[in-house]
T-cell receptor
């Protein structure tokens, strides 16, 4: 079993839709949870990070963590064509300094 | 945010040659740099962790004699793919972390696409 599981997609949605991206993990020692956005042939850029269960909101993005279920989500409201990218979840265990990435979900927002 | 650069952005080489990729932190000192490899439609896989002035720590299954890492200064780490073969073709991404690293302060470079013919 992989430490982090993420549906690779692709996921196609119409402009303005609410997008839900998800990851599950198996290592209960993970303490930090990040979402990265990666455009084609570019390095990943950090969108959001959180370290506690619950929701964290930043503009159109909401990160949700449920440690009891080992499940994290990223919600994108009012999705735009410019949101079309691959979204990677990443997990981090304090002291290891190692990020474990999901496979990424390819998102396409149709105009 | 902090900037990490990589050079070259793209390289094509013949099988058997060596290729050097540079990773630079432009506006901060990076105590630790990480090298990742990403195959098409796959996740980033950590190859090695390098700390300035010491030997790199390689992940299981990564050949340290094939992927030479040098972290000679607090702003520069290099990855040399020695005797490259077509199966080494991939997207190589570095990230850099400042001394007081928190989870969110690992900054990624734009990546280097390597194609070995």
């Amino acid at each position: 079993q992989k430490e982090v599981e993420q549906d690779p997609g692709p996921l196609s949605v119409p402009e303005g839709a609410i997008v839900s991206l998800n990851c599950t993990y198996s290592n209960s020692a993970f303490q930090y949870f990040m979402w990265y956005r990666q455009y084609s042939r570019k390095g990943p850029e950090l969108l959001m990070y959180t370290y506690s269960s619950g929701n964290k909101e930043d503009g159109r993005f909401t990160a949700q963590v449920d440690k009891s279920s080992k499940y994290i989500s990223l919600f994108i409201r009012d999705s735009q064509p410019s949101d079309s990218a691959t979204y990677l979840c990443a997990m981090f265990q304090s002291g290891t300094y190692k990020y474990i990435f999901g496979t990424g979900t390819r998102l396409k927002v149709l105009a | 945010g902090a900037v990490v650069s990589q050079h070259p952005s793209r390289v094509i080489c013949k099988s058997g040659t060596s290729v050097k990729i540079e990773c630079r932190s432009l506006d901060f000192q990076a105590t630790t740099m990480f090298w990742y490899r990403q195959f098409p439609k796959q996740s980033l896989m950590l190859m090695a962790t390098s700390n300035e002035g010491s030997k790199a720590t390689y992940e299981q299954g990564v050949e340290k004699d094939k992927f030479l890492i040098n972290h000679a200064s607090l702003t520069l780490s290099t990855l040399t793919v020695t005797s490259a073969h077509p199966e080494d073709s991939s997207f190589y991404i570095c990230s850099a972390a400042p001394e007081t690293m928190d989870a969110e302060t690992q900054y990624f470079g734009p990546g280097t696409r390597l194609l070995v013919l």
